[in-house]
C-alpha cells in the first residue's frame, strides 16, 4: 500500500519534508517511526490525516501520516 | 515596603500609599484585577476620567526565578467594554518591581488637550508636559527617552495609535534591546491615550531591589524550577528553536489553521511562512534564532528576523501574528508580514486584532485578498496616520465589520478570535467563549491538550471534555498570571511533578508565607470570578459568551466541523 509521510521540526534533519512510502499491508505507525531511525521516545504528536493517532495505529492505503516531536508555542 | 504609587492626571498629583491588608498577598493580574474591580464603575466609558488604568509587577517579579519579569496592566477595555488585564515582558515589570513599587494606578484625565509623561524612580513621580514626542512612533520615542534619561531608563509608550485612542491599541514596553514587547489585546494603549500619557519612563537608579525572606529556600526552590523549564521538551528545546511559530504546520495538519477569514482550516502556502521556514531562513541571513524579552527568561521563545540583506526586520515575531497576516489573509510572504509586525510595534497596535481586521476587511473587500503590499500601505498611511478609514480599521475586526455589513466576524466580546479554529479544536472555542477577557487564546491554552499532547490529550474534534479543560487551565492561568511568569512555564508545569510545587515554594520563600497548591486554585478561581462579576455589572453575561453564529452554520474543512455546543453547556464553565 502507499501512505504519504511527512515530517516537521528536527524530525526533518538529515530526512525529509515529505516522502511517498510504499509499505506491507498492515504497517504500523511505530514501524514507519523507527524505519526512519527515530525512537519512540522522540515522538510528541501523531497525526493520521489530520487526527490524532497512536503508535500502535495501523496505516491504510492512502493515508498521510504526520509526525512531529513534542514541540509548542502559543 | 511595597508601596502603591497612585497618580491623579486630572490635578496633576501623585502619592505613594500603603500596601492596604486585603491586596498584600496579589501580584500581577490578580492585583490588577481586584483594582479595577474596586475602583473603576462597570458601567463608565472606557477611555472617560472615571476608568483607570494600573500596572502591577507579578508576585516573583524582579526576583532571580527564571521567565518572572512579566508586567501586568489592567484597566476596563475599550473593546471588550469588560475587565482587561495584559502582561508583557520587557524591563520595565522588573524596574518597577526593584523600585519597591507593588502598583502604580493612574485615574483621572486632564481637563484640556495637554500631554504628560510620567517619569518614576525612587522619589516617586513626576508627571511633565510632553511636547516634543507627540505623534511618534514607539522606537522614536524610546530613542528620544534613552538620549533623554539614559539607555537604562525603562519605557511604557504609546505610539499613534493609542495617541488617537484607536481600540486595538497597545502599551508598548521596552525590552532588553530597546525594541518591543507589548501589552496587547482590548485596547489599553487607548486608555493611556485618554489620560493623555505618551510615555512613563522608570529610572531605576537607587533601587532597593527585591527583597526575598528566605534566600536559601528560594534558591533551591528556584534552581528545580529552572531545572524542569529547561528539561521540557517544548520549553527547553522547541520554543527557543523554533519559536512560538511551529505551530502552523501543526495547527495546519490538524486541520485547525483558519484560513480565509475561516473559511477553511487549511492553508496552500503554509510551509512558506512556517516556523521550520522562518528558523532556516534567520539562520542563512545571520539573524538570531533564541531571544528572550526579559532578563532572566531561559525559555527565549522570541528571535531577530533579519531580511535578505541582513538587516533587522523584526523580532518577537509570533505565530498568532503571523498567522493572522499570513493564513487568515492568504499571504505567503513572511518578510512583508515582517515588516508588518515591525510597523505594528511602532504603530503601536495590537498585531492580533489587526491581522484578523485584515481578513475581515478583505472579505469586505477593501483590499484584495493576500496583497501584502497594500497590508503594508495601509498600516503606515491609513492606520498610522489616523485616517478616517484608518481609524475604523484600528478599532479592529468587530468595528471593520460593522462599518462595512460583514457577517462573518471571528470577534467573541468585540475582540478578534486568534490562530486555531475553534470548531476543529473546541476546547479553545469554550476559551473564547467564556474568557473574562473577550476571545483570548492565552486565558486558558487548550491548545496543549487538544492538539500538543502536553498534560494528557482530549480530542480537539469532540465535545466531551471540553469545558472542564477550559475551566482549570483558565483557573491555573489566572493564578500564574498573578506570579509575574510567562504562561509557557505553564508546559512543564502540566508534566513535571516538581514545578509547579517549586514555583510555590518560590512565592512562600519571597514572602515568608505557607501557601498550598490548593490556595493558589482557590486564587485563580477567585480571580475569575471577579472579573466575571466585574463584566456581569459591566453588562456583559452569559449572552456574550458566545461564538458567532457563523461557527454554527458553516462547517469547516477538511474535518467538516461545526460549532455545536448549546448554550446550557457553555454555561457550565462558570459551575464551580
Excluded at chain 2, 502599551?171 to 507589548?182: A, M, Q, T
Excluded at chain 2, 524579552?293 to 527565549?300: D, F, L, M, N, P
Aim: glycine share 12%; charged share 20%.
Amino acid at each position: 500500500m502507499q501512505v504519504t509521510v511527512k515530517l516537521f521540526a528536527t524530525f526533518r534533519n538529515g530526512r525529509f519534508k515529505i516522502a511517498e512510502q510504499v509499505l506491507p499491508e498492515g504497517t504500523d505507525c511505530r514501524r514507519v517511526v523507527l524505519d526512519l531511525g527515530l525512537t519512540e521516545d522522540e515522538i510528541g504528536i501523531i497525526m493520521i490525516n489530520g487526527r490524532h493517532g497512536v503508535l500502535d495505529q495501523k496505516l491504510a492505503w492512502g493515508d498521510v501520516l504526520s509526525l512531529f516531536p513534542l514541540v509548542g508555542g502559543g | 515596603m511595597d508601596k502603591i504609587l497612585r497618580v491623579n492626571m486630572t490635578d496633576l498629583t501623585s502619592k505613594l500609599e500603603t500596601v492596604p491588608a486585603a491586596w498584600a498577598g496579589l501580584g500581577g493580574r490578580g492585583l490588577t484585577s481586584t483594582i479595577v474591580a474596586a475602583e473603576v464603575p462597570p458601567t463608565c466609558h472606557a477611555l472617560s476620567p472615571q476608568n483607570i488604568l494600573c500596572f502591577a509587577p507579578g508576585l516573583l517579579t524582579g526576583t532571580q526565578a527564571a521567565n518572572s519579569g512579566r508586567l501586568s496592566a489592567g484597566a476596563k477595555s475599550p473593546l471588550t467594554g469588560g475587565i482587561k488585564e495584559s502582561n508583557a515582558g520587557g524591563t520595565a515589570g522588573q524596574m518597577l518591581a526593584k523600585l519597591g513599587i507593588k502598583a502604580l494606578i493612574i485615574e483621572g484625565a486632564p481637563k484640556d488637550g495637554t500631554w504628560y509623561n510620567l517619569n518614576v524612580g525612587t522619589a516617586g513621580v513626576s508627571i511633565n508636559e510632553e511636547k516634543e514626542l507627540l505623534g511618534l512612533g514607539n522606537f522614536a520615542v524610546i530613542e528620544a527617552v534613552e538620549a533623554r534619561l539614559g539607555k537604562k531608563t525603562g519605557v511604557l509608550t504609546i505610539g499613534t495609535a493609542g495617541e488617537l485612542k484607536m481600540t486595538a491599541a497597545n502599551i508598548s514596553v521596552k525590552d532588553p534591546d530597546s525594541k518591543i514587547r507589548s501589552h496587547g489585546r482590548g485596547g489599553l494603549g487607548a486608555v493611556m491615550g485618554s489620560k493623555q500619557i505618551k510615555f512613563i519612563s522608570i529610572d531605576g537608579d537607587g533601587s532597593p531591589g527585591v527583597k526575598i525572606a528566605h534566600p536559601e529556600k528560594f534558591k533551591v526552590a528556584a534552581r528545580t524550577f529552572a531545572k524542569a523549564l529547561l528539561g521540557h521538551p517544548v520549553s527547553g528545546e522547541g520554543l527557543p528553536t523554533f519559536g512560538t511559530n511551529v505551530l502552523v504546520n501543526i495547527l495546519n495538519e490538524a486541520g485547525g489553521l483558519p484560513t480565509r477569514n475561516f473559511t477553511m482550516g487549511r492553508f496552500d502556502g503554509h510551509d512558506k511562512i512556517s516556523g521550520e521556514t522562518m528558523n532556516e531562513t534567520i539562520i542563512a541571513r545571520g539573524g538570531k534564532v533564541k531571544h528572550g524579552c526579559h532578563a532572566g527568561c531561559i525559555i527565549q521563545c522570541s528571535q531577530v528576523y533579519n531580511d535578505k540583506d541582513g538587516k533587522y526586520l523584526t523580532s518577537g515575531f509570533e505565530y498568532e501574528t503571523i498567522w493572522g497576516l499570513g493564513a487568515h489573509c492568504c499571504t505567503d510572504d513572511l518578510d512583508d508580514i515582517a515588516r508588518a509586525d515591525n510597523m505594528m510595534d511602532d504603530i503601536g497596535i495590537d498585531s492580533i486584532e489587526t491581522a484578523v481586521m485584515f481578513g475581515v476587511a478583505m472579505e469586505a473587500g477593501i483590499l484584495p485578498w493576500g496583497d501584502s503590499k497594500e497590508m503594508l500601505r495601509m498600516l503606515g498611511e491609513e492606520i498610522g496616520k489616523g485616517t478616517p478609514l484608518g481609524r475604523i480599521m484600528g478599532g479592529g475586526a468587530g468595528a471593520v465589520g460593522r462599518a462595512y455589513g460583514v457577517t462573518r466576524v471571528p470577534v467573541v466580546k468585540n475582540q478578534a478570535i486568534p490562530a486555531y479554529d475553534p470548531r476543529a479544536v473546541k476546547g479553545i472555542g469554550i476559551t473564547y467563549a467564556t474568557s473574562t477577557m473577550g476571545a483570548d487564546h492565552t486565558a486558558g491554552y487548550t491548545i496543549a491538550t487538544n492538539i500538543l499532547n502536553v498534560g494528557g490529550y482530549v480530542d480537539p474534534l469532540k465535545k466531551e471534555g471540553q469545558v472542564e479543560l477550559s475551566r482549570n487551565l483558565q483557573i491555573a492561568t489566572a493564578a500564574v498570571d498573578s506570579t509575574g511568569m510567562c504562561i509557557f512555564i505553564a508546559f512543564p508545569a502540566l508534566d513535571h511533578p516538581e514545578c509547579l510545587p517549586a514555583l510555590i515554594d518560590m512565592i512562600n520563600a519571597r514572602f515568608d508565607i505557607d501557601l498550598t497548591g490548593d490556595d493558589v486554585t482557590n486564587l485563580g478561581k477567585q480571580i475569575l470570578k471577579l472579573e466575571r462579576k466585574f463584566n456581569i455589572e459591566a453588562g456583559l453575561t452569559n449572552v456574550h459568551d458566545r461564538l458567532p453564529d457563523f461557527f454554527k452554520n458553516e462547517a469547516v474543512a477538511p474535518h467538516n466541523a461545526v460549532w455545536d455546543f448549546t448554550d446550557a453547556e457553555i454555561d457550565e464553565f462558570w459551575n464551580f
